[in-house]
């Protein structure tokens, strides 16, 4: 495994929640650097661990292991590809949902507002839609909606229309024209803070990020077996409330249904009430652990 591609959040404590049977089957969702992969692989003896990701630079760190099934695609196709490799149940399914600090170093991709490159940010490097054409072509109102619902912007108006005010004299096509355009609705003050979610709102966008999400939550539930565990590690504030909602309900939008006699009827049980959070100590030796939450969830029917 390429060490610099990601240092796993949580990595113990989602493994150990995952709950391993030695022949079962699990899915390792966000393959990135095989850092959870590879760790599930040393607790399975005739088992069998499928990966998902679609950024063809992961296909380096792929496991030459015959209990190990690669499928370089989003895992928003989960249900699809199990059936296609003649699996019907799974035991687990493991899903990190950060952005691993390869995509962060790796200049060229333009995910970080530290690196002056174009505004890229395709997790897929063969889609077709990426940053550049997002800021150039989305009406105002679409800038609007991505500012405030994906990064919780409180400025969220003001940064669409200045986005549309620059772009009208001239494209925006690197990090550094997108700084300069909106340098004058950028705070001093937490600068770094904000631009973090201006970027993270952009990304969640190009790479639809959060339907993706909802399709795996959903197929997480068609794919798992009875008492199979959904572990699932998040990083910001709309995911974490998609998986929570999910995990207390059964459906995304976290409405509650009651059966007959009033009592809630959700197909999970939580593992954990709260989510585990990282400790000091690892939170201080990988800056990614900070806002990271882990939340398990079992299947009971």
Do not use: W
């Not at 995509?103 to 940010?121: C, V, W, Y």
């Not at 340098?183 to 803070?193: F, L």
């Not at 008492?227 to 207390?248: A, C, P, Q, W």
């Not at 939170?283 to 900070?290: L, P």
């Amino acid at each position: 495994m390429n060490e610099m591609y990601h240092i796993p959040v949580l990595l113990n404590e989602s493994i150990d929640a995952l709950n391993i049977n030695p022949a079962g089957i699990y899915v390792d969702v966000t393959f990135g650097g095989g850092g959870h992969s590879r760790e599930i692989l040393k607790r399975l003896t005739t088992g069998k661990l499928v990966a998902f990701d679609s950024d063809s630079d992961t296909e380096v760190n792929k496991i030459n292991d015959d209990r190990f099934i690669f499928v370089r695609n989003n895992f928003r196709f989960l249900h699809n590809f199990l059936r296609y490799n003649k699996i019907n149940e799974v035991d687990g399914i493991l899903a990190d949902l950060g952005v691993s600090s390869h995509h962060f170093d790796d200049a060229s991709r333009g995910f970080s507002f530290r690196h002056n490159a174009k505004i890229d940010m395709r997790m897929n490097k063969n889609a077709v839609f990426s940053a550049t054409q997002l800021l150039n072509e989305y009406a105002e109102s679409e800038l609007k909606r991505i500012f405030r619902d994906y990064g919780e912007l409180t400025n969220a108006y003001q940064l669409a229309k200045i986005i549309v005010e620059k772009r009208s004299k001239m494209p925006i096509k690197t990090v550094e024209d997108f700084l300069t355009a909106i340098k004058q609705v950028t705070p001093k003050k937490d600068e770094n803070k904000f631009l973090a979610k201006v970027f993270q709102s952009l990304r969640i966008e190009v790479n639809k990020e959060i339907d993706a999400l909802e399709q795996l939550l959903v197929h997480s539930f068609k794919s798992l077996k009875n008492k199979g565990r959904l572990v699932v590690i998040t990083y910001h504030s709309v995911e974490d409330r998609l998986v929570k909602n999910f995990m207390r309900s059964g459906n995304t939008d976290g409405t509650i249904k009651k059966d007959f006699y009033g009592n809630t009827d959700c197909p999970f049980k939580l593992i954990t009430r709260k989510p585990i959070v990282p400790n000091d100590a690892e939170i201080e030796k990988n800056s990614r652990a900070r806002s990271a939450k882990l939340r398990i969830a079992e299947k009971m029917k």
